[in-house]
C-alpha cells in the first residue's frame, strides 16, 4: 500500500517538475554557449591588442611609423569585423534561446490546458 502510495508521488513530482528540469537545462546550455563566444572573444581581442603593441615596439624611425599607422586602418578594419561577428554571434544565441523557450512555453501551455 505505502510503496504504491510512494510510486505515485514520486511519478506525480517528477511530471510536475519536468518543466523545471528543461528550463534549467536550457539556461545550463545558454550559458555555456555565451562563456564560450565570450571566452574566444577575449582571446581573439586580446591577440589582436598584442600584435598591435609588438607592431608598435618595432617602432624605430620615420618608416616604420609610416608603415605602422599604415596597419593601423587594417587592425582597425579587421577589430571592426571581428566586433560585427561577435555582435551577430550574440544575436543567434539569444534568438536561439528565445525560440527554444517559446516552444518549451507552448508545450507546457499544451500539456496544462485541458483538451
Excluded: C, W
Aim: charged share 25%.
Amino acid at each position: 500500500m505505502y510503496t504504491e502510495m510512494f510510486k505515485t508521488f514520486s511519478e506525480q513530482t517528477e511530471k510536475n517538475l519536468a518543466p523545471f528540469v528543461k528550463f534549467n537545462k536550457l539556461v545550463t546550455k545558454n550559458v555555456e554557449t555565451l562563456t564560450e563566444l565570450q571566452l574566444n572573444a577575449m582571446r581573439t581581442y586580446s591577440e589582436m591588442g598584442l600584435a598591435q603593441l609588438k607592431a608598435a615596439s618595432d617602432v624605430k624611425d620615420v618608416t616604420s611609423l609610416t608603415a605602422f599607422t599604415g596597419q593601423q586602418m587594417a587592425a582597425m578594419t579587421q577589430l571592426s569585423q571581428q566586433l560585427i561577428d561577435d555582435s551577430n554571434k550574440l544575436q543567434n544565441v539569444a534568438k536561439e534561446f528565445k525560440d527554444e523557450l517559446d516552444h518549451m512555453t507552448t508545450e507546457n501551455l499544451k500539456a496544462a490546458t485541458p483538451a
